[in-house]
């Protein structure tokens, strides 16, 4: 099993700032296969990046994912209000696909 | 716009049975591979199962596989969960997401699972 480790766990930091989110897997992730996804309280997790730096549809381009092989990188290059919220890595290259523990991005 | 209803969630004892259900349109379901999330109260997401758009190929986490069961009625556009010998570690927002080139692109709003007695 890939294990994921996010960090940091927690992002303080204010609107307009560059956010910077990292994940880093256990061994290499198959073809790439790394999704991001963005959680708020209450809500369902959404789809931000796919095959690690494919944007899913309707996301803004300030979320932008790079990364290959057993290090990616998440990039939010300019807050905005609505996307202070918990974000996860999610390999799906391999079965059993696994998860991030999750990055909590909070406004400083 | 995809839209994914999950239903069947609830409380049930210890050592009991759920069979959840996820009721898709709005998108050509036999296509695409269909998957079951769940997340426990405070924590993270833990991926459950996945089947293939034909309901032939069918994949489990480790820890669950002889308790649960995914299914798909492509004929009624309906993606099911059969849960057994559920435990309080169970307890969980069980989502249901459509699979897009493998991630989950689409997710429904969740149904709560609370095993306890």
């Given at each position: 099993?890939?294990?994921l480790?996010q960090?940091?766990?927690?992002?303080?930091?204010?609107?307009?700032?560059?956010?910077?989110?990292?994940?880093?897997?256990?061994?290499?992730?198959?073809?790439?296969?790394?999704a991001?996804y963005q959680q708020?309280?209450?809500?369902a997790p959404?789809?931000?990046?796919?095959?690690?730096?494919?944007?899913?549809?309707?996301?803004?381009?300030?979320?932008?994912?790079?990364?290959?092989?057993?290090?990616?990188?998440?990039?939010?290059?300019?807050?905005?209000?609505?996307?202070?919220?918990v974000y996860y890595c999610q390999?799906?290259?391999?079965?059993?696909w696994t998860f991030g523990q999750g990055?909590?991005?909070?406004?400083? | 716009?995809?839209?994914?209803?999950?239903?069947?969630?609830?409380?049930?004892?210890?050592?009991?049975?759920?069979?959840?259900?996820?009721?898709?349109?709005?998108?050509?379901?036999?296509?695409?591979?269909?998957t079951w999330v769940r997340q426990a109260?405070?924590k993270g997401l833990e991926w459950v199962?996945?089947?293939?758009?034909?309901?032939?190929?069918?994949?489990?986490?480790?820890?669950?596989?002889?308790?649960?069961?995914?299914?798909?009625?492509?004929?009624?556009?309906?993606?099911?969960?059969?849960?057994?010998?559920?435990?309080?570690?169970?307890?969980a927002v069980y989502y249901?997401a459509?699979?897009?080139?493998?991630?989950a692109?689409?997710w429904?709003?969740g149904?709560?699972?609370?095993?306890?007695?």
């Amino acid at each position: 099993e890939i294990v994921l480790t996010q960090s940091p766990g927690t992002l303080s930091l204010s609107p307009g700032e560059r956010a910077t989110l990292s994940c880093r897997a256990s061994q290499s992730v198959s073809k790439n296969y790394l999704a991001w996804y963005q959680q708020k309280p209450g809500q369902a997790p959404r789809l931000l990046i796919y095959a690690a730096s494919s944007r899913a549809t309707g996301i803004p381009d300030r979320f932008s994912g790079s990364g290959s092989g057993t290090d990616f990188t998440l990039t939010i290059s300019r807050l905005e209000p609505e996307d202070f919220a918990v974000y996860y890595c999610q390999q799906y290259g391999s079965s059993p696909w696994t998860f991030g523990q999750g990055t909590k991005v909070e406004i400083k | 716009e995809v839209q994914l209803l999950e239903s069947g969630g609830g409380l049930v004892q210890p050592g009991g049975s759920l069979r959840l259900s996820c009721a898709a349109s709005r998108f050509a379901f036999s296509a695409y591979a269909m998957t079951w999330v769940r997340q426990a109260p405070g924590k993270g997401l833990e991926w459950v199962s996945s089947i293939s758009g034909s309901g032939v190929s069918t994949y489990y986490a480790d820890s669950l596989k002889g308790r649960f069961t995914i299914s798909r009625d492509n004929s009624k556009n309906t993606l099911y969960l059969q849960m057994n010998s559920l435990r309080a570690e169970d307890t969980a927002v069980y989502y249901c997401a459509k699979e897009f080139l493998g991630a989950a692109s689409d997710w429904g709003q969740g149904t709560l699972v609370t095993v306890s007695s």
